[in-house]
């Protein structure tokens, strides 16, 4: 059965840092492209990220230059550090595979960002 299990979010302030990892089980990990997602509160879920497994990566601009994407295959976990986060970062950030072939989702890891 296919899980994916999000972790590492929190409250922090304005331009403070966080890292969220996932970890997938169920699933051939290594071979997979992943993608961190957020959905903000009244807002439809968005890509913002992505790392294939030749290490490829891919940003919204919203994120680039701020956040990182990693993976670390033999532990099935990919990454998302976040710096420089803004008020407007506040969502609930969910991993999965890019594209319609997407895995059921897991529970998000809820990031605030206060003022």
């Known amino acids: 059965q296919v899980h994916l299990v999000e972790s590492g979010g929190g409250l922090v302030q304005t331009g403070e840092s966080l890292r969220l990892s996932c970890v997938g089980s169920g699933f051939l990990f290594k071979v997979q492209t992943m993608a961190w997602y957020r959905q903000a509160p009244g807002k439809q879920r968005e890509l913002i990220a992505t790392i294939s497994p030749t290490l490829a990566t891919t940003y919204t601009d919203s994120v680039k230059d701020r956040y990182l994407i990693s993976r670390d295959d033999a532990e099935s976990t990919v990454y998302l550090q976040m710096n420089n986060l803004k008020p407007e970062d506040t969502a609930v950030y969910y991993c999965?595979?890019?594209?319609?072939?997407?895995?059921?989702w897991g529970q998000g890891t809820q990031v605030t960002v206060s003022p």
């Open positions: 999965n595979r890019p594209g319609p072939l997407r895995l059921s």
